[in-house]
């Protein structure tokens, strides 16, 4: 078990998601960041879809009840085990009693902390992701026990693991949605060689940008979205939806982003810039 | 029946979007439904979103869109061979008390109605499921009387009871769980339309019908006990296409 010492300031336990249930309006969920949390999975020695913790800004701080091997990538900050600095992409051995404080992250928005095995909260609908009200919590809170499972055996060899991303890069890679060819010429102008930045109203539903396309008047009925799905209000405003949005939408599709483009666009704070290309 | 003519949309790597013409049309939905079930049989896809007009694909892995979109017109052209799909009408019970429905009075008076006039304008349709979206069992019905169309509050309500059933526009609706919300409330349903516990967790799908009919407040309140309890059974009858 883990017990939350801090819960950080919204930290979440995810998978890869709930698959088989968005024609019931089921959102998919997941880690916002898959590449992440797949690369913490591999150096514990989980496969890739194992539970995770991901982490927003601020990580937690964590007390292990028992033996076991863990690994934290993506967005980190100063990460210390009983008071010493350690290493993210690197997997370390944790034994009952011992401390973990994830700190500020000082790159990317969120971290992933995996441990052996991955952790053992409620599956529902196939799922361990955290998605309220199919889950009880939709984020952790001061004192929750995490079930994990005790790990005693040696740390996994060190096998070749793929280089974590740079979250620094601005480009998106992007697919023309399903009415990109709707938008005038100068707004397939501006998209192409804006450059926009991460609005304040960003989280697991989705990311807002603070530039505004022209307005337009268009409209679609109702229809299927996706995660990565950018979507155009009749304001010119862009919501780019992520990995807890809804299913259907109706507002124009004009970008569908690449499932790199989302892991890196959730590195991404409040500010940053971004580009899209496609 | 007429076939379509459909439009293919690519929509990333990993899915391919079926539109039919832009209409708000049962003929239309009827034909996303059958041949939604028959991709489901026939082609390697991991899920399907109907909705009013178009039908989307997602498969596990990058497709390449031209072949794919070959197979998928090959299988509508020969489509109507197929079996006809087992549809639903649900029979949704709603306490249009004002308890729980807290606009009722308000949406009566600016409308020019009396409550039972709305509730038998509300109660007289057999709605259609165009889309289930927003929410987890959260049903788009068409099929709404023109005379109770009314636009949503200005204010949105941050929290909205389960269960709790609303007009906002051309729209009717049941809030399957709390949420904000913006809808005009004229009513609560005991039922649950989604619960994770059950295995469908959403017995409704795309396609069916939905007819509310009204009950009072001892009957939600017994309703509510038996559907706490699990012993509800929400009444249907079978429609064949």
Known sequence: ?278 | MDKFKLEYKSFGDHALLIQWPRLVDESILTDIISFNELIKQQLDVQETVPAYNSLLLIFDTETVLAKMIKEVNNLYKGHYKSDPVERKRWQIPVCYDTEFGIDLEDFAFQKKLSVEDVIKLHTEPVYTIYAIGFLPGFMYLGGLNKTLHHPRRKEPRLKIPRGSVGIGGEQTGVYPQESPGGWNIIGNSPIRIFNPENQPPCGVNVGDQVQFYSIDKPTHELFTIQVESGIFQLKTLELND
Not at chain 1, 80 to 86: A, D, R, V
Request: one cysteine or more; proline letters at 6%; glycine letters at 10%.
């Open chain 1, 1 to 278: 078990m883990i017990k939350v010492l801090e819960p950080g300031l919204f930290s979440t336990i995810q998978d890869l998601g709930r698959k088989g249930y968005r024609d019931k309006g089921v959102p998919l969920s997941g880690a916002m960041d898959s590449h992440s949390a797949a690369l913490a999975n591999t150096l514990v020695g989980n496969p890739e879809g194992a539970a995770v913790m991901e982490t927003t800004m601020t990580g937690p701080k964590l007390q292990f009840d028992g033996e076991t091997v863990f690994a934290i990538t993506g967005g980190s900050g100063s990460l210390m085990l009983n008071g010493e600095e350690i290493q993210p992409v690197r997997a370390y051995k944790a034994k009952r009693g011992d401390i973990l404080d994830m700190g500020r992250s000082n790159n990317g928005l969120r971290a992933y902390l995996a441990v052996r095995k991955g952790f053992r909260t409620v599956e529902v609908l196939g799922s361990r992701s955290w998605y309220v009200p199919l889950t009880p919590s939709s984020h952790l809170k001061k004192g929750d026990i995490l079930p994990v499972e005790v790990y005693s055996g040696e740390l996994p060899k060190s096998r070749r693991v793929p280089k974590p991303v740079d979250f620094s890069k601005k480009r998106l890679k992007a697919c023309k949605g399903p009415e990109f060819t709707l938008l005038s010429t100068q707004q397939q102008r501006q998209l192409k060689t804006g450059i926009f930045t991460v609005a304040k109203e960003n989280n697991r539903m989705a990311c807002q940008l603070n530039e505004n396309l022209l307005p337009h008047e268009m409209s679609i009925l109702t229809s299927a979205t996706l995660p990565g799905t950018v979507q155009l209000t009749p304001a010119g405003k862009m919501i780019i939806l992520m990995r807890d949005a809804q299913t259907t939408g109706g507002y124009p599709r004009i970008l569908q982003l690449e499932e790199e483009a989302i892991c890196l666009l959730a590195q991404k704070h409040t500010g940053e810039e971004i580009m899209f290309s496609f």
